[in-house]
Structure formats: C-alpha cells, structure tokens
C-alpha cells in the first residue's frame, strides 16, 4: 500500500512508520527532582522537548534557523502517560518520532526509556507552523519537507 506525499512523491505506508526516528540520551539532572531523588512530572516535558530538538537536528534544522527562515513552531497539545518513576542520575532515552509528514502540523510521539529497558512515560504533541509575519498558521516549510522526503529513500 502506498501513500502520496510531498510533491506527488509515493513512499509504502510502512516505510513511513518506520522512519523519522530519533533517539537522544538525557541524565537526569538533581534539581530535576523532588526529596526522594524522583523525577518532577513536569519535567519529562522538557525531555520531550530536548527529544523534539534533536529530532529537528538531525535533519540539519534548528528552531532558530526555523525562526530566522520566519517560521515558528508553538506546542498546541501535550499528552503525557507516565509508567514508570525516573530517578536521579539515570541515564534516560528519548525515542522521539512522527507517523506521518507534517502538513500545516507536525505530530510527535515520544518513548522514555531507562538503562535497564524500562519504558517510564510516553507522549504526543501537536505542533503549529506559524508564519511569523502574518501570525497566521502555515504549511510545513519546503526546506523541511524536502529534508524529510529526501531521508526516506
């Protein structure tokens, strides 16, 4: 089964879902936790976001260069499952991917894993592609488009 993408290009399905992964390593930071050395829920958002940004990275694009090229890329929705505590000092992995090509939103999910294997929270979130001089919502800027395109054959 195929799927058309960026400028009538075809790709299987099922070489889409497995491609446009990313896996960063973090380690967990003591200011990242509470008195008992445990993660602050809040902060596997940050995680999900160093995840994002190296996601970005590897495909040689930055959020700066995105915001000097005049586009900006704003969280709209975050959804996070927690699983499992992550602990000072662990040296976690953010597994960051997308299922699909960004058309005018880019949708990320992300896997948090320890050193031992274990999977401790996943998440999603939904990015807006805004065109910083209108303020308006934009489609994916072709520099990205073609990054991707480019990665998958």
């Not at 602050?40 to 940050?46: K, L, Q, R």
């Not at 505590?85 to 040296?91: T, V």
Request: positive net charge.
């Amino acid at each position: 089964m195929f799927r058309t993408t960026f400028k009538g290009t075809l790709f299987p399905l099922n070489k889409i879902k497995k491609m446009y992964k990313n896996e960063t390593k973090i380690r967990v930071r003591y200011g990242e936790t509470d008195q008992m050395g445990v993660v602050y829920h809040a902060n596997y958002a940050s995680y999900f976001e160093v995840g994002r940004t190296e996601w970005l990275r590897q495909y040689g694009i930055t959020y700066k260069s995105m915001e000097d090229s005049g586009i900006m890329l704003p969280v709209i929705s975050l959804e996070i499952k927690y699983k499992n505590s992550a602990r000072y000092d662990d040296l976690l992995t953010v597994v960051t991917s997308i299922k699909k090509l960004p058309k005018a939103r880019i949708e990320f999910d992300y896997e948090l894993i320890n050193e031992n294997g274990d999977l401790l929270a996943t998440g999603h979130t939904a990015l807006v592609f805004i065109d910083m001089k209108r303020n308006r919502p934009t489609r994916c800027p072709d520099y990205l488009m073609k990054k991707l395109t480019e990665n998958t054959l």
